[in-house]
């Protein structure tokens, strides 16, 4: 790393029900010593956005249809989020360690994006960008559609984690149907949002285009995306992406104490939902992988368990959301024993390096297509 550049935010970016509670519980960051311990489940510093956007009933209504209030009310919790954030990096950088956060893909995305998205069409207001701390406003690259300024974004060393739609989409409704109405307004609204792969096609194509043309200083070609399904099958693969990340393999966990009934009836139902099958674990569960998902099967289960409409609508967004998944699976990391027989020449990487046998068979197969 040169004197002039800062050291990269190793940021795990998921979708909602990805197994990500899970990689943050192998990978311990909080034990860590190389780490500097980010907030509460490893990151989520944009979090407080939606709690306040779901309070003041605005979430997904298009910004131009906003008081002048809550325009205002708004803007400062998103500038607060992204203060925050810098803050964290700031620290890390200052202690001398590794800064290591998770979030949710469309977390890193303003109003107006999430308007557009659970109503297409309809948003007149441009895209938000935060500005730093000192009043400096960043600049914005065409591919840059978050609310950050380039000039953070391009701290972040990304790996994104991904999940059969067809899994994570319906436990995501399954979870938001548990919360209390004063943190879930509206499921529907809440489906549109998270039940999509767009947000993470779009930072795929900006981290890409940024690493292209700017390599990583310590040699890892960036971006890394990892399936829920190699996460939980294969130790080694969550092994070298942590280490890729500055984290020790000694304090990585596989296995856990269960947590006492005392304590998961003590947590608040928002957490219980989203950590109560992991925290009533003792390890990996491999009984939740994709392999033979049929959605056509899967579809009728959902319009049982949910009711028509919303079941309707769940496989309606799974089959749009399939080529942005399959996209991105195609350019996983492999486990060793799926690269069609090789060893990996360079240690950093699945598919990524000079030989094509590092490749997905996906991409193996599209690039034999276009020759």
């Known amino acids: 790393m040169s004197s002039t550049s800062p050291p990269p935010l190793y940021t795990l970016i998921t979708n909602t029900r990805t197994a990500s509670n899970l990689a943050v519980k192998i990978l311990n960051p909080t034990a860590q010593p190389s780490v500097h311990p980010a907030k509460l489940l490893g990151g989520y510093y944009f979090f407080p956005a939606l709690m306040k956007a779901n309070s003041i009933d605005v979430r997904g209504k298009p910004v131009s249809l906003w008081t002048a209030s809550e325009h205002t009310q708004m803007a400062s919790i998103y500038q607060s989020c992204f203060d925050s954030f810098v803050a964290y990096h700031a620290d890390a950088t200052a202690a001398g360690k590794h800064a290591f956060a998770k979030e949710h893909a469309n977390f890193f995305f303003g109003p107006t994006s999430i308007a557009e998205i659970v109503s297409p069409g309809v948003e007149e207001e441009g895209k938000w960008m935060m500005k730093f701390q000192d009043g400096r406003e960043g600049t914005r690259s065409s591919l840059n559609e978050t609310v950050m300024p380039d000039e953070f974004l391009n701290v972040i060393s990304p790996v994104f984690l991904i999940r059969h739609p067809a899994l994570s ?203």
């Open 169 to 371: 989409f319906p436990s995501f409704e399954r979870q938001m149907r548990g919360m209390p109405y004063e943190i879930v307004k509206s499921v529907q609204v809440e489906r549109r949002i998270a039940m999509t792969y767009k947000f993470t096609r779009s930072l795929f194509a900006y981290f890409t285009a940024r690493f292209e043309k700017h390599p990583a200083a310590d040699g890892v070609k960036w971006p890394l995306v990892i399936d829920a399904d190699d996460l939980i099958q294969h130790e080694e693969l969550v092994v070298e992406v942590g280490e890729l990340m500055g984290m020790g393999r000694e304090k990585m966990r596989f296995t856990w104490e269960k947590a006492t009934q005392e304590y998961l009836d003590g947590l608040p139902t928002p957490m219980l939902s989203m950590l109560g099958t992991l925290h009533a674990s003792t390890g990996i569960q491999t009984d939740k992988l994709s392999k033979g998902i049929d959605i056509d099967v899967e579809a009728k289960k959902w319009k049982v368990e949910f009711g028509e409409e919303a079941g309707k609508e769940i496989e309606e967004l799974v089959r749009v959301a399939m080529p942005d998944y399959e996209f991105l699976k195609g350019r996983r990391m492999l486990p060793k024993a799926q690269m069609n027989g090789q060893e990996k020449k360079d240690p950093y990487s699945g598919y990524y390096g000079d030989n094509t046998t590092c490749f997905s068979q996906e991409v193996i197969d599209d690039m034999e297509q276009r020759s």
